[in-house]
């Protein structure tokens, strides 16, 4: 079904809401991945009910789409995101006025489920920062950039992408700060501790410079040919961290984003606080993370209380 062959005009309509994304809107180039192949599949399924320009897309239409990955077995999740990406595109081909009605303005997805994220204990991240250590001991360049990495990764909450994005300029040793430019080219100031502040500088001083070549430019984290790190990289060297663990459901860089979140609700920062430090437009986001310490306190008081 996505394959189904395009028209004309709506080849044209997807590419002119791709453009909007990127310059107007400016989305990540994995956001706009993920809109842009949710759109394909819409107007390859309105393709093959016979719809060959915009002003033939019904809600009925948009419905059966649903339906119809609804039936495959697509997450409530994914579901949820593609409703969004067609109500998207509906109000954007409303405003270029290529149609004259907005066909979505009644569409309904399932709720996504909202599931706790996966969250390290203390006890395992103190054994992973400290196999970390362990492996950097000898100098290495490889494992001193893991532990700065990683370090860094808790410290600060990033995301993957940004964490790769960093150069080395964007540190601040003295107060120790980072810059980052986050979702939406949104900059904001990070502080770090001092464990990430010694990880990073000992990666600085004696492993950056053994991998940087002339093209390495100012990146502050480079791969062995001494390019910048990308997030496939460092998803893979958490994603080994977490496995030699072999008792946390956690996966990804992601997972220390919410570690790092949740060990600062749990330690009394204020969730506005963590909004800024994460980069959340809406407190909304961050609100999930007062779930995951709820649970926490609950599980702690369950063990302990003689009359939980």
Request: hydrophobic fraction near 40%.
């Amino acid at each position: 079904m996505e394959n189904q062959e395009l028209s004309r005009a709506l080849e044209q309509a997807l590419a002119d809401f791709g453009r909007y994304l990127t310059a107007e809107r400016a989305r990540s180039g994995h956001t706009l991945r993920a809109y842009l192949s949710d759109l394909r599949s819409l107007l390859a399924y309105a393709a093959s009910e016979g719809v060959t320009d915009l002003p033939g897309l019904e809600l009925g239409t948009l419905r059966r789409w649903l339906g119809a990955q609804s039936q495959a077995g697509i997450s409530r999740a994914t579901l949820a995101r593609r409703s969004a990406t067609a109500r998207s595109f509906t109000t954007w081909a409303m405003r270029e006025e290529l149609i004259e009605t907005d066909p979505a303005l009644r569409l309904r997805a399932p709720k996504a489920e909202k599931s706790l994220p996966g969250v390290l204990q203390s006890q395992q991240l103190l054994r992973l920062l400290n196999s970390l250590a362990e492996a950097a001991a000898d100098g290495s360049p490889v494992p001193v950039r893991n532990r700065a990495m990683v370090e860094l990764l808790y410290a600060t909450g990033l995301r993957v992408g940004e964490l790769a994005a960093l150069d080395v300029d964007d540190l601040n040793p003295d107060r120790r700060t980072l810059r980052v430019v986050g979702k939406g080219n949104k900059e904001r100031t990070v502080p770090y501790g001092v464990p990430a502040a010694v990880a990073v500088d000992d990666w600085l001083r004696r492993a950056r410079p053994l991998l940087a070549t002339g093209h390495s430019g100012p990146a502050l984290f480079l791969g062995t040919r001494g390019n910048r790190v990308d997030q496939r990289q460092v998803r893979t060297v958490v994603n080994a961290l977490f496995e030699a663990l072999g008792d946390t459901s956690a996966t990804g860089p992601h997972a220390l984003r919410h570690t790092a979140a949740t060990h600062l609700l749990d330690g009394g920062a204020d969730l506005r606080a963590v909004q800024e430090i994460l980069g959340h437009s809406s407190l909304a986001t961050t609100q999930i993370y007062t779930h995951v310490s709820v649970e926490r306190l609950r599980s702690s008081y369950q063990q302990a209380h003689p009359r939980a």
